[in-house]
């Protein structure tokens, strides 16, 4: 893992001062050394900040070139399966001199041209300049797990790097905020992620599962080179085999990843989701299959904690530590720390989020052990149905069809899924709504007092278009609350296609993990882990697991009582069935209600009555300052209230911070 920049002038040599501090703004993503190549030319410069993670030794040092000088490329991300390709490469007559997976993505490219990145399992951003061709080739993984950011100004130059925040430093370029896109992605924050937009005029970001070619005579090329509904596939008959082969791939995929040269360290929350990643890892330890990647004394676990407060995960993580019997490390945040913690983490970020970016708490404590890689659990939920809207919108669309659940045991789910007396302050808001009055005569009471569950079928599904238009409008936006109108934006994508036999939960799923909520998560996550250096690598994520996943039928995802069922049945017998059973979703999140409500009262009362905050030309400052200062005297925040102010109040501080 690590940063990446290019920059290719039209007019004039490229300036190896500018490249430099170009490069060296993203040293956090790699501390240890950066490379340079300029082409003969001098018209194309490229740059690569290492972070040390495969081959330790010099020989992995970026821009790497191959032997005849034709190609040379700047990389970062993790190719797993980089050693299987290298003896298919091998065989057919390629000289491989190191032992990174850098040179093995050069030698496919060179060998198979673009047709290689079908090939890889893995997450990339990568640039790779043809000296013969004078072209760029810039690739993005599957997914959008790598960050990938473009500026092009005709007759000018050409740019790329890994975050926005290096065009910071960019000569020749002046960085300015576009109000236009921060409005949009105020209003729509999980779908702006994959509009190849981003918060500054002119810079761009590749989408995920694209490439871009550029060259100075035709300009850029963008086209999408993966679709996963092109790779579904044909499943096993029986829920016995499906079982099977998941485990089969899951394990597989949780193997590959383990590959490198440095320690590694589950960010384990007590979940379901990172406790199979971390039970799956201590299997094959324990098998003596992976027993070259322990590196004694290091801690292979790391807990967020937040003691005394209802999101605190501690107690769910120590059983998985106890099942195992292995230590962990717990990090606690220093609530008196709050404030610079989230100015620091929201202007190295540069995103926009409903909440701030205190968990790389978590990866500034893996550094201080020497873990460089992490295993994380993202990608499970949107796979496998692990949210509460996605039975809950199953169980109003409900088919005949083979396979379909019932109603009786969509709602045997729903039940099992929340608890009462949680965040019960969204349920009467929603409850203004024709929607929500239908749900209350079919739903359980306490599916309907849990904003949980309701706030992710709000944000996330079709049915946000309905609550949107409804009596509830006001509330959930915010009467007042912006310049532009609520809706901008989500005409842009078109819509995708997908399988007829496709469930509304399924489609709500596919949608989420392609579109809405994991572009978005990966982003922040990719900005948390990499602010220290850590390299974050998901199982979850790996393209056959996606692809057979979104193959399976509905009942191999919901059935038997539970949401992720195919999941907790391929772990029965490696994790405790405490957590494999464990009902209730809880979201991995800090607790902003208590911190509103005290240690950040006086930071938020301060910066709204701020004249940047009460100007703005996006929101409508002394609507938004009322709001906050009303909660803040009262300590009435909730999670029902807090969301959308958090997504205004961090796009003030980029604002006003982070010019």
Same mark, same amino acid.
């Given at each position: 893992? +690590? ?114 990145? +079908? @090939? ?17 080739? $810039? ?37 300015? *905020? ?13 779908? *702006? ?36 509904? /092109?790779?579904?596939? !044909? ?13 089969? $791939? ?15 360290? !589950?960010?384990?929350?007590?979940? =379901? ?20 990647? =322990? ?16 999101v605190d995960e501690q107690v769910y993580a120590d059983q998985v530590l106890d099942y195992f019997g292995t ?26 989020? *409903? ?6 708490? =978590? ?8 873990? #460089? ?15 509460? @809207? ?22 045997? #789910? ?24 239908? $749900? ?106 996606? +692809? ?14 539970? !949401?992720?069922?195919?999941?907790? /049945? ?34 938020? +009362? ?28 009262? @300590? ?24």
């Amino acid at each position: 893992m +690590c940063g990446i920049t290019g920059i290719y002038t039209i007019d004039s040599p490229v300036s190896r001062e500018t490249l430099g501090r170009f490069n060296n703004a993203l040293r956090h993503r790699g501390p240890d050394g950066e490379g340079y190549y300029v082409s003969p030319g001098a018209h194309l410069g490229l740059g690569h900040r290492r972070l040390a993670v495969i081959d330790l030794s010099d020989q992995g040092g970026q821009p790497m070139g191959t032997p005849d000088g034709r190609y040379w490329i700047t990389y970062n991300g993790a190719i797993y399966n980089y050693p299987e390709l290298r003896e298919e490469l091998t065989a057919a007559g390629l000289n491989v001199r190191t032992g990174t997976d850098t040179e093995v993505v050069l030698g496919a490219y060179a060998y198979w041209g673009e047709s290689c990145l +079908c @090939k890889f399992n893995g997450m990339w951003a990568f640039s790779i300049w043809d000296e013969q061709d004078r072209s760029l080739f $810039l690739s993005r993984d599957r997914f959008g797990v790598k960050p990938l950011y473009y500026l092009y100004l005709p007759g000018r130059f050409f740019a790329f790097a890994s975050e926005t925040i290096a065009f910071r430093h960019l000569d020749g370029f002046v960085r300015e *905020f576009d109000e236009e896109n921060i409005a949009r992605c105020l209003q729509n924050p999980y779908f *702006f992620e994959v509009t190849g937009k981003s918060l500054f005029q002119d810079i761009r970001q590749i989408p995920p599962g694209h490439w871009l070619k550029y060259s100075p005579e035709s300009g850029i090329t963008l086209h999408r080179w993966w679709n996963t509904r /092109d790779h579904l596939r !044909t499943v096993p008959v029986s829920y016995e085999d499906q079982v099977q082969e998941f485990a089969s $791939l899951f394990r597989n995929a949780c193997e590959i990843r383990l590959r490198s040269d440095v320690p590694f360290a !589950t960010a384990l929350s007590g979940g =379901v989701d990172s406790s199979s990643v971390y039970s799956m890892i201590r299997s094959l330890l324990s098998d003596g299959e992976m027993s070259g990647n =322990v590196h004694p004394g290091t801690p292979d676990a790391f807990i967020a904690t937040f003691p005394g407060t209802d999101v605190d995960e501690q107690v769910y993580a120590d059983q998985v530590l106890d099942y195992f019997g292995t230590p962990g490390v717990h990090v606690t945040v220093d609530p008196g720390t709050l404030r610079q913690q989230i100015l620091d983490g929201t202007l190295h970020g540069e995103y926009i989020d *409903f909440m701030p970016p205190v968990f790389n708490a =978590v990866y500034r404590a893996m550094r201080e052990y020497s873990v #460089i890689v992490s295993m994380g659990g993202h990608g499970s939920d949107e796979q496998l149905l692990g949210y509460g @809207k996605y039975p809950l919108g199953e169980a109003l669309s409900v088919r005949t069809r083979p396979g379909s659940p019932t109603k009786r045991e969509l709602h045997t #789910i729903l039940s099992n899924l929340v608890t009462r007396d949680q965040w019960r302050s969204m349920a009467p808001v929603l409850m203004h709504s024709r929607v929500m009055e239908y $749900l209350a005569t079919i739903l359980p009471r306490r599916v309907i007092d849990n904003p949980h569950f309701l706030q992710g079928m709000v944000l996330a599904t079709r049915m946000y278009r309905s609550i949107r238009q409804s009596r509830s409008r006001d509330h959930i936006q915010g009467s007042g609350w912006f310049t532009t109108g609520f809706d901008a934006g989500y005409d842009e994508a078109a819509p995708e296609e997908l399988p007829d036999s496709f469930s509304h939960a399924e489609r709500s799923a596919y949608l989420d993990f392609h579109t809405f909520l994991l572009p978005a998560t990966l982003r922040n996550w990719d900005r948390i882990s990499m602010q220290y250096g850590i390299e974050e690598r998901n199982p979850f994520l790996d393209w056959r697991l996606v +692809c057979y996943v979104f193959s399976l039928p509905l009942s191999a995802k919901i059935g038997g009582g539970f !949401t992720k069922r195919i999941l907790r /049945d391929a772990m029965k017998g490696r994790m405790p069935e405490s957590i494999r059973t464990g009902r209730l979703k809880r979201p991995f999140r800090p607790p902003m209600v208590p911190w509103l409500n005290d240690d950040l009262s006086d930071f938020v +009362c301060s910066e709204v009555n701020s004249p940047e905050f009460l100007s703005s030309r996006i929101w409508n400052g002394p609507v938004i300052r009322d709001f906050a200062v009303h909660h803040c005297e009262r @300590k009435s925040w909730a999670a029902g209230n807090y969301e959308q102010f958090w997504y205004v109040f961090s796009a003030h501080l980029l604002l006003k911070y982070g010019q």
